[in-house]
């Protein structure tokens, strides 16, 4: 078991940056691979960005080049650095841990780009 806490939404310009975190309270390293996923309002959940413990990253289409994912085992958090926001970024922001027989999710953090 492990609980998985987002911190870091809030109200932005467009344009501007946001930094979430996501904090464990148990070890990440046992999670090959960490995410972030976003849900906007009348939409399906989609992901967001990945990153392995090798340090391997996947990013969806619609933020490359603006988001960057990042983990630290150590201190167990993933973080996303998000620059250039839209407002199409508006969403609710969900951290996961993939494992094998299934997947942990957080409760999310809301942020909102304002054009």
């Known amino acids: 078991q492990v609980q998985l806490v987002e911190s870091g939404g809030g109200l932005v310009q467009a344009g501007g940056s946001l930094r979430l975190s996501c904090a464990a309270s148990?070890?990440?390293?046992?999670?090959?691979?960490m995410g972030w996923y976003r849900q906007a309002p009348g939409k399906q959940r989609e992901l967001v960005a990945t990153?392995?413990?090798?340090?391997?990253?996947n990013y969806a289409d619609s933020v490359k080049g603006r988001f960057t994912i990042s983990r630290d085992n150590a201190k167990n958090t993933v973080a996303l650095q998000m620059n250039s926001l839209k407002p199409e970024d508006t969403a609710d922001y969900y951290c996961?841990?993939?494992?094998?027989?299934?997947?942990?999710w957080g409760k999310g953090t809301l942020v909102t780009v304002s054009s």
């Open positions: 148990g070890s990440i390293f046992r999670f090959n691979v």
């Open positions: 990153i392995t413990n090798g340090g391997n990253t």
């Open positions: 996961n841990a993939e494992a094998i027989l299934r997947d942990y």
